[in-house]
Structure formats: C-alpha cells, structure tokens
C-alpha cells in the first residue's frame, strides 16, 4: 500500500517545472541587483564620518593637531569646501553611470546576459573595494577617489538593463506590476543591507565599509556565471505571454494580440487553435526604433525628475538627519534605511495598483502629487519627535521611490516588449537602458544640484525636490489624459493602423465608433470577429467588408 506524500513534497510537487524555473530565476535576479545598491550606498553613509564636528569627538591622548575644528576629518575633506568635494563624488559616479547606460543596453541585447552580469559584478567589486583601500593606503588625493567612483559607475550601469531583461524573458504581461514591485524592493533592501553594512564599519575603520560590500557583490558574479539561466527556451520551459487584448491595455494599445515568439507559437482566435511557423531570429532593435515606441520618451523624462528626488535621498538624507536631528554617523545611517522600507511597500503598492486599474501612468502621477507636499511636510515637521520622523520618513519613501520602482521595471518591460515590435523581445534591455539612463541623467543633477544648495539652506533643496515632482507628473499628463478616456470607453488610434476586435462582443458599437472619429482615414480599418474588415469612407460610413487578411502595425 503506498504511503502518503510528506507535506513538503506535496509543497514541492505542486509546482511545475516552469514555475520552479521562474522562482529561481526572480530570486537570483533579485541577489544580484540586491548587491548592485548594496555596494553604491556606504559612500553615503561614511560622508558623515569623512567631514565630522569635531568639536563634539573626543580627542585620543598624545594626539596633537595645529588645526583643532578639523583635526579628526579626512583630508582632503577637511576643508571649508568639503560640501563641493562630496558632490564631486556622488556625481563621478552618477555621470558616468548616465552615460554608461544609454551604451549598456546596445550591448546587453547582443551579448549574452550571463556573461555581462558576471563581468560587471565582478568589475564592481573591484572598484568598489579599491575605495576602501583608500583607507588603508593613507591616500588623501581627491582625484583617487574620484576615478574609483567613476570607473564603478561605468561598471555598474552592466546590472540594470541585464536583469530587467532576463526577468521579462521569463514573466508574461499578467501580473507584472505586482511580480516586478516585490521583485524591486531589491532596491531598498540593497540600500538597507548597505547601510547597515556600512554603518558597522564606519565609526572604527571606514574602509571596510565600501571593502566588504566590495566582496560580497563579487561573489555573486561568480554566482552568476554558475548559475543564470537567460531565457526560458534555453531549459526548454514554456515562453510567457507579453500583450493582452486590446481593451484591457489603454495606454499601450496595439493594433492585435496575435503573439509570435521567435519559436513555433500558438495563437488563439475564435476558440481554434492555430500554429505560427517560427520566423528567423529578430535582429536587435536600434536606438531611435527604441525610442519611437509609444510612451518611451514620456516615462523617460518623467523618469529622470522621479529619479531626481529619490538619488538626492539616497546621497544626502544620512547628512541631512545627521546635520538636522543632530545623529551620530552611524544613527543617521540607520534612521535612512526607513526611507527604503517605506519605498519597498510603495513599489509593491504602485505594482498592484496599476495591474488593477490597468493605468501604470496614472498610478506614478497620482503618487508624485501626493509626494509634493508631504516632502514640504517633512523638512517642516519631520524632526518633531522620533514617531513623527519614522512615519514621514516611510510614508515619504514609499510616495518618492514607488514611481521610480514602476517606471523602471513593470513600464520598461511593458514597452520592450510592446507588441508593434511584433514579438521582438531584443528590444527589452534597450528600451530598459533608455529609459534608466534618461532617469541617471537626473540621478547625477540631484546630488549636484543638493551639494551647490544646500549652503544656502536645507528649505532650498526640498524646494528643489518638490519641483521635480511637478515637473515629473506633467510630462506624463498625456499619457495620463489616454488613459482615463480608456476608462471611459474613448481610445484613440493612431493614424495608418488597424483595431482588432475579434475577441470584442462590441465590434459594432466599436466598428460605428471607428467610422464616425476618423473620417476621410480609408487606411483605418476595423477587424471583425468573424475575420473580415472594413474600410470608413469621407463620412465616416462603413464602406464594405471583406476577407482581406489582417496585417499588423509597425511603430510610427
């Protein structure tokens, strides 16, 4: 007689082999980007200790010093410009991090992913471990530290597009704002584990604080190269679905769901079930085909002031607790970190918000709004007892950073892998490129427009943030204003191309519609469930119907 299953076998056997495949490869993914933030963030966190007060530390005995205000600083941070020099730092690496990533995309799609992660994990390390030994070597030349920040920069623009990229190879359109939110938090935890990493090191032997983050992200390249597995057909699992019919996807809307995988596929209409010959391997898409896709260039200016705000946090909020609510180095490091726990629940937050609505430009803009004033709240009131700062810290962390964690994960795998591109999946790590480095391009002017201001006074850099946040909400009011008349039964086609309604059971209230909104367009067609289509006269009437076949658009 056969004996029962164990209840953790069942656990085990009840998941397919797909699925196996997939938890590891989001659970790797998240390890090697988790490690990525881990390394950029004890430079934040040893500024305090680099540039102190020194009036409030106490001196070692047989301990002299012709300068008693500087005397423990790092030089050269010891000098009245110390501010200048800190931004000089955030922004080598910052810089040349913008710059990196537009070049970074264009090769993360023509070599292989797990090659390139490993290469930069371990490039990072290297760099990041070379800061470190700073320390160590007694080096007090600026210029050494600024050629450590920038070569790691440069390395570390390899890990974005790349795990982006893998992750949309494995997971389809369904529930991909609440998947890739969880899956972002990778963001925070990294700033976290770096923080608190750092801040272990800082007081006694700061050079460990950038030495171990160092090695630990080193040991995941190798990881990497061991173990990434990049495409599902590599492991012979099953490939995922990318596109949705047409009314569920307002602001992304293509003209068919038909899906072609670069491998025999099948397609569904009508309930049969049809086989599409696998086509030649698609060629990567190029730079300016990446960007005429619809929505890119919106989310990616919308991008860079939402990255802004959050890159001045990252860099300079330890300083700012530190200056404000008078914490030691390692105080303010830690308090930082709930800023991160509050952008971890935000990206969650935006994910499942904006798979429900459908609305992913909505979801951003409504969050910036509501982050404007409270930033304004929080330089105002946030220092009024610890409850105060740890509640506007988080609520403030997950308004700033949900956003960004939507735009540059659940968004930039909407659109590379929109289906004008007719199923090319080469223009993810593109398109994810594109967009990240637009948002470096504000990572970089935050911390170097939070350095020049703050002399004058924190209330000037919070204004400078909350602008940002206005600015970044109105370049996404199109995309905004597409998807509420989507909610409203209202979309707009562009001109030249197709709406498929074969899966519709409101094709004739679409076909009126069609005909009517977009008169003398012969080339607007409407395709019928039945597989025919017509073409609108002058007057926007229904001129004939047909078997012409249905042909897909190209992005225009």
């Not at 102190?52 to 300068?67: A, D, G, K």
């Not at 500087?70 to 810089?95: I, K, R």
């Not at 040991?219 to 047409?246: A, Y």
Request: hydrophobic content about 40%.
């Amino acid at each position: 007689m056969r004996t029962s299953l164990a209840p953790g076998i069942r656990l085990i056997t009840s998941f397919s082999r797909d699925s196996w495949y997939r938890g590891f490869t989001l659970l790797l993914t998240f390890l090697f980007y988790t490690s990525y933030h881990l390394s950029r963030k004890p430079i934040s966190i040893v500024k305090s200790e680099l540039h102190r007060n020194c009036s409030e530390v106490i001196r070692p005995p047989n301990f002299s010093s012709p300068n008693n205000e500087t005397w423990c600083d790092w030089p050269p941070f010891d000098q009245t410009n110390y501010q200048t020099l800190f931004g000089a730092l955030d922004n080598s690496f910052l810089v040349t991090y913008a710059i990196g990533m537009f070049i970074s995309g264009i090769f993360g799609e023509r070599l292989p992913l797990r090659y390139y992660l490993s290469t930069g994990m371990l490039l990072s390390g290297f760099f990041t471990t070379l800061f470190g030994f700073g320390f160590y070597w007694k080096i007090h030349s600026i210029w050494f530290y600024v050629f450590a920040q920038a070569m790691n920069g440069l390395v570390q623009t390899t890990g974005w597009p790349a795990v982006v990229a893998c992750v949309g190879n494995w997971f389809g359109k369904g529930k991909r704002g609440l998947i890739m939110g969880i899956w972002n938090s990778h963001t925070s935890v990294g700033n976290i584990l770096g923080s608190l990493i750092a801040g272990v090191f800082v007081s006694t032997s700061w050079g460990l604080s950038f030495i171990v983050p160092g090695i630990i992200i080193a040991v995941m390249g190798v990881v990497c190269f061991f173990f990434l597995v990049e495409k599902p057909e590599d492991v012979n699992c099953s490939l995922p679905q990318h596109h949705d019919l047409p009314e569920q996807e307002p602001l992304l809307r293509s003209s068919s769901n038909e899906e072609i995988f670069g491998s025999p596929a099948h397609n569904q209409v009508n309930g049969v079930r049809s086989v599409q010959v696998a086509s030649d391997e698609p060629e990567a898409i190029s730079f300016l085909g990446a960007l005429r896709i619809p929505g890119v260039v919106e989310f990616s200016l919308c991008l860079l002031f939402a990255k802004l705000v959050s890159y001045t946090f990252l860099y300079w909020l330890p300083l700012y607790i530190a200056n404000v609510a008078h914490f030691d180095a390692k105080g303010a490091g830690d308090m930082s970190t709930l800023f991160d726990v509050g952008g971890i629940l935000g990206g969650i937050f935006a994910g499942v918000i904006s798979d429900y609505t459908g609305g992913r430009a909505t979801t951003c803009c409504v969050m910036l709004v509501v982050a404007a004033p409270m930033l304004f709240l929080y330089n105002h009131i946030g220092q009024n007892g610890l409850a105060t700062t740890i509640g506007m810290l988080m609520f403030c962390g997950s308004l700033v950073n949900g956003p960004y964690a939507l735009i540059t994960t659940a968004v930039s795998a909407d659109l590379g892998t929109h289906e004008c591109l007719r199923g090319n999946a080469k223009a993810l790590s593109t398109v994810t490129a594109i967009i990240d480095g637009t948002g470096s391009i504000g990572a970089a002017l935050g911390p170097l427009l939070a350095g020049l201001i703050s002399p004058s006074g924190w209330n000037n850099v919070f204004y400078m943030l909350i602008t940002a946040d206005i600015l970044a909400c109105l370049f996404l009011s199109r995309l905004v204003f597409k998807e509420v008349r989507g909610w409203c039964g209202y979309y707009t086609r562009q001109r030249g191309t197709d709406m498929d309604v074969r899966d519709s059971k409101k094709s004739d209230r679409w076909t009126k519609w069609m005909c009517l909104t977009n008169p003398n367009r012969p080339r607007v067609r409407v395709i019928h469930r039945n597989g025919t289509n017509g073409d609108c006269d002058s007057a926007g009437v229904l001129l004939k119907k047909s078997s012409t076949p249905f042909k897909k658009n190209k992005c225009t």
